[in-house]
């Protein structure tokens, strides 16, 4: 039976169109699940939208429409842009699902009765015409985010959920399993601040929401955010449905992806839940760190002051998918924070895609053309100089398959232009040009020919996963078309006497102050 995998990116809310920043995760999820799927494995990717609560009936207000209206168009945008990007997804969930309801209503009626839940009191600043409850840090001048009108303190009945009971399993839990939570430095932040000095119970419920998921035995009271949302990743493969055959087939997952600012909830919340429903907790949680748009996070309610062309629906159709694709991927080290500016985008795309990877490929492909027709060169022997060359280029292929066994997608994916780069210096070395011209060195111009020809079929194998629509066009002229990954230890993947299609440029040179100035007219 094949491995499975089971990889989710968090569920967005949909107040707003999604951004680059959204993309970003997932577009790390797709190539890590693209990765996985190319390894052999059985793989469930899941995505989807969190649709409910009082940000979204407000967006709808402003749009002038139903909740309902305004949520099917947000979705529709979502899907084209995840289509846009290639997105993989085997699912999209959408919390406003009815078997997403009804398994959130029967998740909740267990916690109650397994005593996990009670009612209580829940105080909080209110705004009456907006009917929403803030806490003294989201106040602005003491007064509503909002509106900018007074609040008042004010008490309402709600449900708790007593997270405040899980301290003890969760210090055990990140004690017994140090890599439950990646990069290892959330981990600290999660024990010191927030378990060791004591976890207060969770408000679970609220009668002043009204868009959302009622408690079944009690319905004037709405189930509130974390229960709702977190539970998508169980719900989503049929938990508390009639067909719950995917869930026994791929929980736990293998890791949850979330940016740095939700992993509170999914490491301290969701394994808390689990563990008083009884169930088992997710390999992994992984929190990366933002992608900075001049220093700021581009929450989505700042996105029209950001200068810079930041529409992936812009810069994909203009500059190809994987462009896109490419630049997510590598500028921000993976859990970390790193910035985004479109100027370095276009300087990358010249510097990595055009001038490494473009040039590796178009110089190879028309040397073959000139000195073999473009037929694949059999090579009876390889020199100290190319096998100097696979050595590093297997030892990258090791590093890639490593970083992505940590899900390092920046550094898997420098790996492969490494690779690239190799090949570009290994030109230079060989000068497959002098080489030609010299009597009696046919052999020696095989074996730097199928040299370069291997690494370029090995990295294009490799690089799938992160950009494929360019790989696959290369791969495909090479005559490969395996689904998995194949030959990837040796400098063999190519089949002598075949003769390779041609191929056209895989990305055209650009003049870079031409094009910022042409996207300031776009955005
Ligand atoms: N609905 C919740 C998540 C519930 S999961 C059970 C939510 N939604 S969100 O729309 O605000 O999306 C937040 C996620 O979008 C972040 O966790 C992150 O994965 C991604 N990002 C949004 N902007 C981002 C950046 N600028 N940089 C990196 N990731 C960003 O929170």
Request: net charge neutral; hydrophobic share 35%.
């Amino acid at each position: 039976m094949k491995e499975k995998f089971y990889i989710t990116t968090p569920i967005y809310y949909p107040s707003n169109k999604f951004t680059l920043g959204n993309c970003y995760t997932t577009v790390i999820c797709d190539t890590i699940a693209r990765f996985n799927r190319k390894q052999g494995k059985d793989v469930f990717f899941l995505t989807g939208t969190d649709e409910h609560g009082q940000k979204i009936s407000l967006s709808a207000e402003k749009a002038g429409k139903s909740e309902k209206q305004y949520l099917d168009e947000m979705i529709a945008d979502a899907k084209a842009l995840w289509s846009l990007l290639g997105i993989t997804y085997d699912k999209f969930i959408r919390t406003t699902d009815d078997y997403h309801e009804k398994a959130v209503q029967k998740i909740f009626n267990k916690l109650y009765e397994k005593g996990y839940i009670y009612k209580g009191k829940y105080s909080g600043l209110y705004c009456t015409p907006c009917e929403s409850f803030w806490t003294e840090s989201q106040l602005v001048d003491g007064k509503c985010p909002d509106c900018g009108r007074e609040v008042k303190l004010q008490e309402e009945e709600a449900y708790f959920f007593k997270l405040s009971e899980f301290s003890d399993k969760l210090l055990a839990l990140y004690k017994e399993n140090p890599t439950f939570l990646l990069p290892s430095t959330r981990v600290n932040e999660m024990v010191n601040n927030f378990i060791k000095p004591g976890l207060q119970d969770l408000c679970v419920s609220r009668t002043s929401v009204k868009w959302g998921v009622p408690v079944e035995f009690d319905p004037k009271h709405t189930i509130y955010v974390w229960i709702d949302a977190l539970s998508n990743y169980i719900t989503a493969l049929g938990y508390e449905s009639d067909d719950d055959s995917l869930f026994k087939k791929f929980w736990p997952a293998d890791v949850h992806i979330i940016g740095k600012e939700i992993v509170r909830f999914h490491a301290i919340i969701w394994p808390a839940m689990l563990m008083a429903l009884d169930l088992p907790l997710p390999k992994q949680i992984f929190g990366h760190g933002w992608m900075l748009f001049g220093g700021d996070k581009l929450s989505k309610s700042k996105t029209a002051n950001v200068k810079e062309c930041v529409d992936p629906r812009i810069l994909a159709p203009r500059y190809s998918r994987d462009s896109v694709r490419y630049i997510l991927l590598r500028e921000i080290p993976f859990g970390s924070d790193g910035n985004y500016s479109t100027e370095n985008f276009l300087t990358k795309f010249n510097a990595d895609l055009c001038n490494n990877f473009g040039n590796l490929v178009s110089r190879t492909f028309s040397m073959l053309k000139k000195y073999f027709d473009s037929v694949v060169p059999a090579v009876k022997e390889y020199g100290a100089n190319e096998i100097e060359l696979q050595n590093k280029v297997l030892k990258e292929k090791d590093n890639v398959l490593a970083y992505m066994q940590s899900y390092d997608v920046s550094k898997a994916i420098t790996s492969i232009f490494n690779i690239f780069s190799e090949a570009n210096t290994y030109i230079q070395l060989a000068q497959p040009w002098a080489v030609a011209k010299q009597e009696g060195q046919e052999e020696s111009l095989k074996a730097i020919m199928r040299s370069l020809l291997e690494c370029i079929r090995l990295g294009c194998e490799l690089l799938e996963p992160f950009m494929p629509d360019s790989s696959q066009k290369v791969l495909s002229a090479l005559g490969i078309e395996n689904k998995e990954f194949s030959n990837l230890d040796k400098f063999e993947g190519l089949k002598a006497g075949q003769k390779l299609s041609e191929l056209s440029i895989l990305f055209p040179r650009l003049d870079i102050a031409k094009e910022l100035e042409e996207l300031a007219k776009l955005s």
